[in-house]
């Protein structure tokens, strides 16, 4: 075990890029008598701000060079960190060589993402991949039997309380600290091997890093036996991680889930053309709709199916207006998620206090690069986004009869909801929402049956006669692996599928389609999702 003895406060190096609350730290460790030590802009700002303060090179005998690049990379910075109190053979080291102990290091690191996501040039990014810090940072968590490291400012009061208290931060605290000082720099790196990555075209690099910072512990997971937290991956791509919750209770696990899957779908439909909503269950669409306003997109995703859609997630692809409020609190439902709110719409949604609202300032755009992680049993399993769709496909036509102008519109509908559905997936559309929806079974002609069978349900909800699907277009999320399936549609009423094709046995389902008189378009291009 890592010495655990006390250690009084008396001196500590700060160096910080972020300056939050600096000032107000700096100066309470002056008025407790620790005296402070710090580098470059740090150094200026306490300065400035008329505390004393001992640069870094009268420490070190050295001045910084290299442009700051070589600053803290000193025996008298590292022995003062790394230096074990109660260690004769250390103590006599840091006597013969002038080393003066260091007791509360304070890094927070050079703003490596930042300048990334601000579009930085190649050489502005690497000036700013930070050697010095996570050097001293890793010192100071290793020795942490002696030494108290802070690299979130978010920990300074926490750490004066202690210091007011008694003078040291208790070892329990410091190991605490020790491990958040690990996980920062692990991600610090992780961003920086990820960048090089990215920009060089090495997907495969030997060893993959990937990270998070906590937003927050839930109160359990996927069942109330599981553990579960909630982490942002620092992309700052608009969704739930960079959401505002404007009311409501605390998301669950599931929620998060749910609502991620919600957003992902509306994301596909372009705003300025029609308004669009999607209701997820489960990760799955229940009904997705279009309209020229978003109560006309609400009610025509509901009809699909709006017994599934009771105590689900309602996703918009335009800030929520209050006639659409009005209308989703209607029925009972746990999420809405939405680019805006108005005030009136924020008005009625706090009429259920439990209705989570949450406000994103865009849309995810569904063509951005990036990786999905998933674990598996001893590793990871990391691919690059489904971020295609039929409009990037070439699309053919390979029945006798083509689709119609509006055929090829619903079409294209179904097939951007298609992806979002858990294979096997069938996804019957008309005049742009969906009227029947089959996911996650393990014969597609079930997927087929089920969503015709839940229309005609749907259809009576409505008062309607037969099924919604009489009259629809289908999507699948992969080929037909025998005519059956195409009968099962035939049977539901539908006119025209889209498909990615490649069976062995097109030929035979596309004579199926010929002799039903359906339209039939290949795309090439498959949409699993497990």
Not at 79 to 95: E, Y
Request: some cysteine; overall charge negative; aromatic content about 6%.
């Amino acid at each position: 075990m890592a010495h655990a003895g006390a250690t009084k406060v008396k001196r500590a190096l700060l160096s910080v890029s972020d300056k939050t609350g600096i000032i107000e730290f700096a100066t309470s460790l002056v008025a407790l008598g620790v005296e402070i030590v710090s580098t470059g802009g740090t150094r200026k700002a306490l300065a400035e701000a008329g505390l004393p303060v001992i640069d870094i090179s009268e420490v070190t005998g050295f001045p910084e060079i290299m442009d700051g690049r070589v600053k803290t990379l000193h025996p008298k910075v590292h022995g003062g960190l790394l230096g074990i109190r109660g260690n004769d053979a250390h103590k006599s080291a840091m006597r013969i060589h002038d080393i003066s102990p260091i007791d509360l290091l304070v890094v927070n690191l050079y703003p490596f993402a930042q300048t990334v996501a601000k579009g930085g040039d190649y050489d502005e990014i690497i000036e700013n991949i930070d050697i010095g810090g996570p050097a001293m940072i890793r010192a100071a968590a290793k020795n942490h039997g002696d030494v108290t490291v802070i690299v979130d400012p978010d920990d300074y009061l926490d750490v004066l309380a202690a210091l007011k208290e008694r003078g040291e931060v208790a070892y329990d605290a410091r190991q605490k600290y020790a491990a958040k000082a690990y996980a920062r720099t692990a991600a610090y790196d992780a961003g920086v091997s990820n960048w090089f990555a990215k920009t060089l075209d090495l997907p495969d690099l030997t060893w993959r890093c990937f990270s998070g910072k906590l937003r927050e512990v839930m109160r359990y997971g996927e069942n109330p036996h599981q553990w579960a937290a909630f982490y942002a991956d620092g992309s700052n791509r608009p969704g739930v991680a960079t959401a505002t919750q404007i009311q409501g209770k605390q998301l669950s696990f599931n929620n998060i889930n749910d609502t991620d899957a919600a957003f992902e779908v509306v994301a596909e439909f372009d705003p300025e053309k029609a308004a669009a909503v999607a209701i997820i269950k489960h990760a799955n669409p229940c009904g997705v709709g279009q309209g020229a306003t978003l109560t006309e997109a609400y009610l025509s995703a509901l009809k699909c199916d709006p017994v599934s859609a009771f105590g689900g997630i309602v996703a918009l692809n335009r800030p929520l207006d209050e006639d659409a409020a009005k209308e989703i609190v209607k029925l009972f439902t746990e999420v809405i998620i939405a680019p805006g709110a108005s005030d009136d719409a924020i008005a009625v949604i706090e009429s259920k206090k439990n209705l989570r609202l949450l406000v994103t300032d865009g849309l995810p755009d569904a063509k951005a690069e990036g990786l999905t992680v998933r674990s598996v049993a001893g590793g990871l399993l990391v691919q690059t986004r489904d971020n295609k769709n039929a409009d990037d496909c070439e699309l053919k036509v390979v029945t006798k009869r083509a689709p119609s102008e509006q055929e090829m519109a619903d079409l294209l509908v179904a097939a951007k909801v298609a992806k979002h559905v858990k294979s096997n997936a069938i996804v019957y559309v008309k005049d742009g929402a969906t009227v029947g929806i089959g996911a996650g079974q393990m014969s597609r002609v079930d997927s087929a049956r089920i969503a015709h069978k839940k229309s005609k349900d749907a259809a009576k909800a409505a008062k309607e006669k037969g099924a919604l699907t009489e009259g629809s277009v289908v999507a699948s999320d992969a080929f037909f692996p025998f005519a059956d399936g195409l009968e099962a549609l035939v049977e539901a009423g539908a006119t025209a599928v889209i498909q990615p094709g490649g069976s062995v046995r097109d030929e035979e389902v596309i004579a199926a389609a010929d002799k039903a008189g359906l339209a039939m378009v290949f795309t090439g291009m498959r949409h699993f999702r497990h």
